[in-house]
């Protein structure tokens, strides 16, 4: 190393501001009982050591942070204690993972960019994914696959690996008004809640009647019939009456999986039978029709696809 001499004054911030020094020349400040390093240049020179985080308020630092053994800067380390830090100007962060840990995190921007630099043909699926710790996780992203967006019930881990998630079911949407264009729907019967007396499978006959409002089918050409219990139903009129366990979906129109017996044929009207929660093929009658059958079937019991339509 040079043997350059060093040279040592000092004096107030105020006499430092406008102070420029020798190169390599140390000075104190004894307003703020910090060091400056000059270069010969720049007024002020370059001030090091630290000022206390307690007094900073909104004095402007030039600072160099040394990074651990354990490669972290803390800065809620410090012997003042952690306060509040503010940046005038862009944040880079250029790593992997960044965290944060606070208890609301507000952000002032009115739109916010996910998936940020992406060049060519997007792979990747997009959104927000909530760890929900024991209980299934649930998302709502962009699915590039389907080319959609999608609520759902989430596996695994948030697809950091891969750059997508499994959606295993949809999550259901709640809101006071929602104002739609359907343009598809997944499933295919309208159906309603009714109290039944007894839990049935879906496919069962039902009737009006029983105990409660519903019960099991059990004889042929029962004019009380009410539908046959929906399996997924497109369209769920008096949702909130109940659980499925107490209040199952009755198909009221639309196709579903229906138990049946005996011969039937592909268009036969169907009916209830003496099997009980069974459609069987019969005779038009009017007020006992259940709808009409879209597959054939011949045997003993089963299930088939048909149209409800109570007539």
Not at 245 to 255: D, E, I, M, N
């Amino acid at each position: 190393m040079a043997s350059y001499a060093i040279q040592r004054r000092r004096g107030t911030a105020a006499e430092h501001g406008s102070f420029t020094g020798l190169a390599g020349e140390l000075t104190v400040n004894t307003t703020r009982n910090t060091i400056h390093v000059h270069d010969g240049s720049t007024a002020g020179g370059h001030e090091l050591s630290t000022i206390e985080l307690d007094n900073l308020g909104t004095t402007a630092i030039n600072a160099h942070l040394l990074v651990g053994s354990d490669n972290t800067v803390d800065l809620g380390s410090a012997s003042a204690g952690f306060r509040n830090v503010f940046i005038s100007g862009n944040l880079t962060v250029s790593g992997t993972t960044t965290t944060v840990d606070t208890t609301n995190t507000s952000v002032k921007d009115t739109l916010m960019e996910l998936n940020s630099g992406v060049s060519g043909a997007n792979s990747a699926d997009v959104g927000l994914f909530i760890n929900r710790g024991s209980a299934d996780n649930v998302s709502f992203m962009w699915d590039e696959s389907e080319d959609e967006f999608a609520f759902g019930v989430t596996s695994g881990e948030d697809g950091s690996t891969s750059g997508n998630v499994t959606i295993d079911s949809y999550a259901n949407i709640h809101a006071n008004i929602a104002t739609l264009t359907a343009t598809a729907a997944r499933y295919a019967d309208l159906a309603e809640r009714y109290e039944a007396d007894a839990q049935y499978d879906a496919g069962t006959v039902v009737v009006f009647g029983g105990d409660k409002e519903v019960s099991m089918a059990n004889g042929e050409y029962d004019h009380r019939v009410a539908g046959v219990i929906s399996s997924a139903p497109a369209f769920m009129m008096n949702k909130d009456a109940g659980d499925d366990s107490t209040h199952p979906y009755v198909a009221l129109t639309g196709r579903v999986p229906c138990k049946v017996t005996g011969s039937i044929k592909k268009g036969d009207l169907l009916c209830t039978s003496a099997m009980a929660g069974h459609a069987m093929a019969g005779e038009a009658k009017a007020g006992h029709m259940i709808g009409k059958a879209l597959e054939d079937f011949d045997g003993e019991a089963g299930v088939i696809e048909v149209l409800v339509n109570l007539m």
